[in-house]
């Protein structure tokens, strides 16, 4: 099951909508080929505001509903703050609570937004307001629905809030692979860091993602995970600065979900970066995720 936004890309503003285009396209490009039908796919509705304050700050979260962040706050969130905004990031968290609901069931499910991994309790910042893969992961231990969570973040971008935000919660592993080099700045310390230099080709970066997985599954065994695919790793893009090409992205995705089967964990899949100079790079990137999931899934 998908969690679909169709109102989004019109409506965020000016200078934050390419390459946002991908989320009207990739959801086109799955149905055209038919990795999907009609029928894979849910809207999500306005998250619950009990939800987002098991974890982020009540008085921010106020503060940010009623768009009384200062002009600073906006520019390190990297959005200039509207209603519209506010609406879209409470359904993209809600878009990841329901994904988890329906993995229980099914398995596996995707979000096609979400993966807001810089959004930290009291703050947000680069492009994350509220961080939805921390709000499910909450959802799903206060109702007994999971008992061990890996959120395992292969953005190349360090998912810092998610890290400082699970500090203290033992039943949540955080795993971030992130590009050494690469913003943020200031790493958050997640349960496992692996920090990739730049460059790193397909071959380094598939063996120390394999190990890793050994390596928390010896000391966490999860039994529900939440997968952070950002496709900002690839050699073309013009944020990432690593160097895999569109096949070892791809073989990072069955690893991932090969990884899911083999614990029988259901797994709930997250969009994240992608910031190719060519949009069908970035749309057949996040695509391959989907066709992998579904083949080693379902």
Same mark, same amino acid.
């Given at each position: ?15 934050? @909508? ?47 509903? !009623? ?120 790493? *958050? ?25 050994? !390596?928390?599954?010896?000391?966490? *065994? ?5 997968? *952070? ?22 073989? @990072? ?8 089967? *083999? ?36």
């Amino acid at each position: 099951m998908i969690a679909f936004h169709p109102i989004y890309v019109h409506e965020l503003p000016e200078n934050h @909508r390419f390459p946002m285009d991908k989320y009207d396209l990739l959801p086109r490009q799955l149905l055209h080929e038919g990795t999907v039908d009609q029928s894979y796919f849910f809207e999500p509705v306005k998250l619950k505001d009990e939800y987002a304050e098991a974890v982020h700050e009540k008085k921010y979260l106020e503060r940010l509903k !009623n768009l009384e962040l200062s002009k600073k706050e906006q520019r390190v969130s990297g959005f200039i703050h509207n209603e519209k905004l506010i609406q879209r990031e409470w359904t993209i968290m809600e878009g990841t609570r329901m994904a988890a609901e329906k993995a229980l069931k099914h398995s596996i499910s995707f979000n096609i937004a979400g993966g807001t991994h810089h959004a930290f309790a009291g703050r947000g910042e680069g492009f994350c307001l509220l961080n939805d893969h921390v709000i499910a992961s909450h959802w799903l231990l206060k109702n007994n629905k999971a008992q061990k969570i890996l959120i395992a973040d292969l953005d190349v971008h360090q998912g810092n809030g998610t890290a400082a935000m699970c500090a203290n919660e033992p039943n949540i592993f955080t795993f971030s692979m992130h590009g050494k080099n690469n913003y943020p700045l200031h790493k *958050q310390l997640s349960n496992l860091d692996f920090e990739a230099e730049d460059g790193i080709k397909d071959k380094s970066y598939l063996y120390e993602l394999e190990k890793s997985l050994d !390596n928390i599954v010896q000391a966490f *065994q999860p039994d529900f995970i939440f997968y *952070q695919a950002g496709v900002d790793v690839l050699e073309s893009d013009k944020l990432g600065r690593l160097g895999l090409s569109l096949s070892g992205c791809k073989k @990072r995705d069955e690893i991932i979900f090969e990884f899911s089967k *083999q614990l029988n964990c259901p797994i709930v899949t997250t969009m994240g970066g992608g910031y190719s100079k060519e949009i069908n790079t970035i749309v057949e990137a996040h695509a391959n995720t989907y066709r992998c999931g579904y083949d080693i899934r379902e």
